[in-house]
Structure formats: C-alpha cells, structure tokens
C-alpha cells in the first residue's frame, strides 16, 4: 500500500467516525426532546387538575 492510499484510507475511516459522532449526538438530542415534551405533557395534566 503506497502513501497515497494509506492517507485517503485514513482520512475516510476518520470521516466515518465523525459521522458515527454526529449521529450518536442526533439520538441524544432527539432523546432530550422526547424528554422535554413527556415533561410539557405531564406539567399541563397538573396543571388541569390544579385550575379546574
């Protein structure tokens, strides 16, 4: 293998971890507003069991 190849080698493995990163990051962001939501949810139902 020359270094030519060993470089684009190394530079797609290193854009595959990126993209690994960055979709590991969208499901914790999707998790987090999923997270927000369930909370908006449950503040209204307590919210209509307090004000009538």
Do not use: C, H, W
Request: hydrophobic share 40%; charged share 35%.
């Amino acid at each position: 293998m020359n270094q030519y190849t060993s470089e684009k080698l190394n530079r797609f493995i290193n854009l595959l971890g990126a993209i690994f990163e960055l979709d590991k990051r969208e499901s914790d962001f999707d998790r987090a507003v999923k997270e927000i939501v369930k909370l908006n949810k449950a503040k209204k139902r307590m919210m209509a069991k307090i004000l009538p």
